[in-house]
C-alpha cells in the first residue's frame, strides 16, 4: 500500500521505484509544528507530562501528552484571559462537564476522559483520546507526531472519492444525530475538528458544544467563517448546514465552498453520476435558505442512507 511504502521509506532508507530498484535514502518528515510556540508556559497537570503544543485556538491550547504508564493523550487547556468577562468562560466549563459522560457513549464522538481546573493560574482542562498520527498512525513520536484531521487529509489529497466521502458523512451524521437527540450542539463543524482516531472519523474540538438552550445567551459571531449558515451558528440545523460544507469540501474540493459550479479534480476510478448525486444530496444540507435545508440531521441522514443503499445496488 502506498501509505505504508511511504511510511517505511522513512524507515528503512528509500521507497521502492516502480521497477523494483530503491531510490535514495529518503529524510524523515520534519519535526511536527516547528514555531509553535504556546501562548502560556506548560502547566502541571496531575499524573501527565505535556510534551508540545499542537495546536491553538481562540479560547485555549492543545497539548500532546503522556500519562504514567505512557499513554500518549491530548490536552486541551483553556484559559479565563482568552474570554473579555467570566459568564462564556464558566458557560465553556458547564458544557465540557455535560458533554464528558456522553463522549464514552457513542464512538463518532471524541472521548473526554478528565476535566480539571487550575484555579490560582486560571484556566482549566480537559483530557482526551489523542488522534492517529497523519504519518505513522497509532505509532506516536511526539517529535514528530502531526495530528490526523480530515484538514490534513484534504491539504494532502485534495478531495475524496465520492464513495469515501459518502461514508465519512453517514459516521458524522450519526454522530451528529446522537448529539443533538441529548439536546446537544455544536457550532462548529469543520475540517479542522473532524479527527481519526484507529481510522474513524470523530466530531472533536468540543469547547463550543452547549445545550441548546444556553446557546441563545452567546454571540452570533461563533463559529468559523465559512462553515456558518447566514443566520447564525446555535441551532441544530446550523449544525447541519456546516456539516454539509465540510463534505462540499472533501468531496468537491475547496473551490466549491463559494462556487458550486467550481471544477472538480477527477479521481481514477470514480463515478461521476454518483458524485453528481451525492453533490445534490450535501447542497440542501448547506442551502443559505434555511427553508430549502434539511430541518434536522436525521432529515439529512435518512438521504445518506437511501443514496448508499442506492450506490450497493450499482457496481461495486
Known amino acids: 500500500m502506498a501509505g505504508f511504502d511511504k511510511i517505511?521509506?522513512?524507515?528503512?532508507?528509500?521507497?521502492?521505484?516502480?521497477?523494483?530498484?530503491?531510490?535514495?535514502p529518503a529524510a524523515l518528515p520534519p519535526p511536527a509544528s516547528e514555531g509553535l510556540v504556546?501562548?502560556?508556559p506548560a502547566p502541571a497537570i496531575p499524573n501527565l507530562r505535556l510534551l508540545r503544543c499542537i495546536g491553538r485556538g481562540a479560547y485555549g491550547e492543545v497539548w500532546l501528552a503522556r500519562n504514567e504508564i505512557a499513554v500518549h493523550?491530548?490536552?486541551?487547556?483553556?484559559?479565563?484571559?482568552?474570554?473579555?468577562?467570566r459568564g462564556p468562560y464558566e458557560r465553556e466549563y458547564r458544557g465540557i462537564l455535560h458533554y464528558t459522560p456522553l463522549s464514552r457513549t457513542h464512538?463518532?464522538?471524541?472521548?473526554?476522559?478528565?476535566?480539571?481546573?487550575?484555579?490560582?493560574?486560571?484556566?482549566?482542562?480537559?483530557?482526551?483520546?489523542?488522534?492517529?498520527?497523519a504519518h505513522a498512525g497509532r505509532d506516536i513520536d511526539p517529535?514528530?507526531?502531526?495530528?490526523?484531521t480530515l484538514a490534513h487529509e484534504l491539504d494532502t489529497r485534495r478531495r475524496l472519492p465520492v464513495r469515501e466521502s459518502l461514508v465519512l458523512a453517514l459516521e458524522?451524521?450519526?454522530?451528529?444525530?446522537y448529539l443533538h437527540s441529548r439536546q446537544l450542539i455544536h457550532r462548529d463543524i469543520k475540517p479542522a475538528n473532524i479527527i481519526y482516531v484507529n481510522?474513524?472519523?470523530?466530531?472533536?474540538?468540543?469547547?463550543?458544544?452547549?445545550?441548546v438552550a444556553e446557546a441563545r445567551r452567546d454571540?452570533?459571531?461563533?463559529?468559523?467563517?465559512?462553515?456558518?449558515?447566514?443566520?447564525?451558528?446555535?441551532?441544530p440545523t446550523a449544525d447541519v448546514y456546516s456539516l454539509g460544507k465540510v463534505l462540499t469540501e472533501a468531496c468537491l474540493g475547496h473551490a466549491a465552498l463559494k462556487d458550486s459550479t467550481a471544477p472538480v479534480t477527477h479521481v481514477e476510478g470514480e463515478d461521476s453520476a454518483e458524485r453528481a448525486a451525492f453533490a445534490n444530496v450535501i447542497r440542501i444540507a448547506c442551502d443559505d435558505d434555511v427553508q430549502r435545508r434539511f430541518k434536522s440531521v436525521q432529515e439529512f441522514q435518512a438521504e445518506l442512507m437511501a443514496l448508499n443503499d442506492a450506490f450497493r445496488s450499482r457496481k461495486s
Open 143 to 148: 517529535d514528530f507526531y502531526v495530528p490526523r
Open 199 to 211: 481510522g474513524v472519523a470523530k466530531l472533536a474540538d468540543i469547547g463550543l458544544v452547549t445545550h
Open 8 to 24: 517505511r521509506s522513512w524507515f528503512s532508507g528509500g521507497a521502492p521505484r516502480e521497477d523494483g530498484s530503491e531510490a535514495a
Open 107 to 133: 464512538h463518532g464522538l471524541v472521548q473526554i476522559l478528565h476535566v480539571g481546573r487550575g484555579q490560582e493560574a486560571g484556566f482549566f482542562y480537559y483530557v482526551m483520546e489523542l488522534a492517529d498520527c
Open 219 to 235: 454571540p452570533k459571531h461563533l463559529g468559523t467563517e465559512g462553515f456558518v449558515p447566514p443566520e447564525g451558528p446555535g441551532t
Open 172 to 177: 458524522l451524521s450519526e454522530a451528529l444525530s
Open 38 to 40: 504556546p501562548a502560556h
Open 73 to 85: 493523550l491530548a490536552v486541551k487547556l483553556i484559559y479565563r484571559d482568552s474570554f473579555a468577562d
